[in-house]
């Protein structure tokens, strides 16, 4: 069935470094959202992006679809301990039924 | 107000025995999930129901039943528990079922099997 690779499956940081995590699919996606779940806590939805070479921010978090919409990133500027967490990328089956398929997750460590 | 809650929220029994988590959500969501996250974080969908019908069953172990007795609530039944069902399970909701549709997710059950 459908995957959306993600890496890299952890990732520690200092505070005020930054930090980049990766979606691919070997297959075109209609969308990708991405997620983050707190330590203990569940997953709450970020962001959705749905046109190629789409590119959207939120304060330190800039997020991008590929051209090809085979792939997508999420990049945090300067971190901060707040930001510690596993970042899940989603993307919806094709055809069939409606199923979000999610990721492994990158977990996010930030040494302060 | 919660959007999304579950309950318990701990669940701790032996195996072999029958045990039941319940979920509800007051968005008004016409979709609801199970998933079922292990111990490394991996995040994957068990079932899905669209206006209390059945529309995603994975491939689950018979001993799963979900029932939704009204789209508002999604509860899920677990027979003869097994050592391999200790996991956290999340129940999620979103407004339809289609491909934009983002998902509202409870705070979770750890379910833990001895």
């Known amino acids: 069935g459908q995957q959306v690779m993600q890496i890299p499956q952890y990732q520690h940081v200092q505070e005020g470094e930054d930090f980049t995590t990766y979606c691919n699919s070997s297959?075109?996606?209609?969308?990708i959202q991405w997620y983050k779940q707190r330590p203990g806590g569940h997953p709450v939805f970020l962001i959705q992006?749905?046109?190629?070479?789409e590119v959207k921010k939120q304060k330190r978090l800039t997020f991008q679809f590929g051209e090809a919409k085979k792939n997508s990133s999420l990049h945090i500027t300067a971190t901060q301990t707040t930001d510690v967490g596993t970042y899940f990328c989603?993307?919806?089956?094709?055809?069939?039924?409606?199923?979000?398929?999610f990721g492994k997750g990158t977990k996010l460590t930030v040494n302060p | 107000d919660t959007a999304v809650s579950q309950t318990p929220k701990y669940l701790v029994t032996q195996m072999g025995n029958d045990k039941s988590i319940k979920c509800e959500q007051n968005?008004?969501?016409?979709?609801m999930y199970w998933y079922k996250q292990d111990s490394k974080k991996f995040l994957k969908i068990m079932f899905s129901?669209?206006?209390?019908?059945?529309?995603i069953n994975e491939t689950v172990p018979n001993r799963f039943s979900p029932k939704s007795p009204d789209k508002a609530h999604l509860n899920l039944h677990i027979n003869s528990l097994e050592l391999g069902d200790s996991a956290v399970y999340f129940c999620?909701?979103?407004?339809?079922?289609?491909?934009?549709?983002?998902?509202?997710f409870g705070p979770g059950t750890r379910l833990t099997v001895l």
């Open positions: 129901y669209n206006n209390k019908e059945l529309i």
């Open positions: 992006l749905v046109k190629s070479g």
């Open positions: 297959t075109t996606l209609s969308n």
């Open positions: 989603a993307a919806p089956t094709q055809g069939g039924s409606e199923k979000l398929v």
């Open positions: 968005l008004g969501h016409d979709t």
């Open positions: 999620a909701s979103s407004r339809d079922r289609g491909r934009t549709d983002t998902q509202y």
